[in-house]
């Protein structure tokens, strides 16, 4: 067992910001077509390159007609011809030339069923003398004008934002560029999915479940093979990935066990500023810098590993891609179940210091899942009644709750708690 005692901790604000402080710039821009365009973040703004619609067209089907025809009221039309006093009105279709204002044509009749565009339907009976010029018609450009911004720079292109962009005539993209992550498990006993495993190892799972949050976040992952614990081995990986990477991410031997290396070699590699922050699960989270690049530290058991890469990667791929960490948001609830208490003493200090009581600026995160109800609203349940959060409902977290040891035992159902949402914030 080696000594750990000069760990530095911070507070995850604290660790966050310094990351954030040894990022590099927004990535660079690059051209991509409409159709690869989703989920990507757009590198300037995006203007129209022709007028939206580029003709006055019809907003529904009937007929077109000459609003000055009906400047005395309802003009007599028993002999009135198609195509010379009237024309047919299509959805979506620019009006006949000549023709200024539609009459829906359930508010038209003939003397027979008309097919429309048929050559002479008859003369037309029109119920009501339309209120204005232009009535039923939506004029040239009243969407978009030429030139008019259409989507803003560092807007994050969604399935609406892309046919909007095809409307506008813009079939080709500039996005900013996909941060690329690397990601590097390590432990002896990880041994890769779909393999053999042998009693005593385990699959290596926290790479898939990263490398889904990258690609939902817009990064690149790049997820490496399993590393042993062996510090040679480490630092190899560490090389490899820092030279091809915006941001490193390694998980597992950063605690105080007799084969955690990581934190020794990234102190030799290059600055650790954080060993470890406050809260549990995932205190053992930490952060360093390897020439200019950022390396954030994961703790390895599922439950932390995926909340500690919502609450520590996300801001820096969003840095990348926006120019900002953005917060993430929060809203109220009523809190719906009591947790039952955690074990005490020794067994369960590992999150703050074996035997004493936690600091005051240390807590623990609940994750919860979100529902409507009639009378109290939005409301909060955990997705834990022990210890530790069940695995098999961490899919359902739409937020956490962050809330000192003694605090989270004391909540009754009823209480208003403030969530932290998780992205992609169903509840917004």
Avoid at 22 to 45: K, T
Avoid at 169 to 187: C, L, N, Q
Avoid at 371 to 393: C, H, I, K, N, Y
Wanted: proline share 9%.
């Amino acid at each position: 067992m080696r000594d750990h005692t000069e760990h530095i901790v911070l507070t995850h604000e604290e660790a966050i910001s310094k990351l954030l402080g040894h990022l590099g710039p927004v990535r660079p821009a690059e051209l991509v077509s409409i159709r690869n365009a989703l989920g990507r973040v757009s590198a300037e703004d995006l203007k129209a390159r022709t007028d939206v619609p580029n003709a006055t067209c019809a907003q529904m089907d009937g007929i077109a007609v000459r609003f000055d025809d009906f400047a005395h009221g309802m003009p007599d039309t028993s002999g009135w011809k198609v195509g010379r006093d009237f024309g047919w009105a299509n959805t979506g279709c620019a009006m006949p030339d000549g023709f200024d204002t539609a009459i829906p044509i359930e508010e038209v009749s003939f003397p027979a069923k008309p097919i429309l565009g048929e050559d002479d339907p008859g003369a037309p009976t029109i119920a009501a003398v339309p209120k204005a010029r232009g009535a039923c018609c939506r004029e040239r450009g009243c969407d978009f004008m030429k030139g008019t911004t259409v989507v803003h720079a560092h807007t994050r292109i969604t399935p609406d934002k892309m046919a909007l962009l095809a409307m506008c005539d813009i079939s080709e993209v500039p996005v900013i560029a996909k941060p690329k992550v690397a990601f590097i498990p390590t432990g002896s006993e990880l041994v890769p999915v779909g393999g053999t495993l042998p009693s005593g190892h385990a699959f290596e799972t926290n790479g898939l479940a990263l490398a889904g949050r990258l690609e939902a976040w817009g990064a690149e992952p790049c997820i490496m093979g399993c590393v042993p614990d062996d510090p040679a081995a480490i630092k190899d990986a560490l090389l490899l990935a820092q030279a091809s990477s915006d941001i490193v991410v390694i998980c597992a031997g950063s605690s105080k066990g007799e084969h955690d290396y990581t934190m020794e070699v990234l102190s030799e590699m290059g600055e650790v500023f954080c060993h470890e922050t406050n809260h549990g699960p995932g205190k053992h989270t930490s952060a360093a810098v390897i020439d200019g690049t950022p390396v954030l530290g994961l703790s390895g058991p599922p439950a932390g590993f995926g909340i500690t890469a919502d609450w520590y990667l996300k801001p820096l791929v969003d840095q990348l891609l926006f120019g900002e960490a953005k917060p993430f948001p929060r809203i109220k609830a009523t809190y719906a179940t009591p947790l039952k208490q955690r074990t005490q003493g020794k067994a369960r200090g590992g999150f703050h210091g074996a035997g004493g009581p936690p600091p005051e600026d240390f807590f623990v995160i609940c994750p919860v899942s979100l529902s409507w109800d009639e009378e109290q609203g939005l409301v909060a349940t955990p997705l834990t009644d022990g210890p530790a959060p069940d695995l098999s409902r961490l899919d359902e977290a739409d937020g956490y709750l962050e809330l000192h040891p003694r605090l989270l035992h004391a909540l009754r159902p009823g209480d208003e708690v403030e969530v932290e949402l998780r992205y992609p914030y169903r509840w917004l």
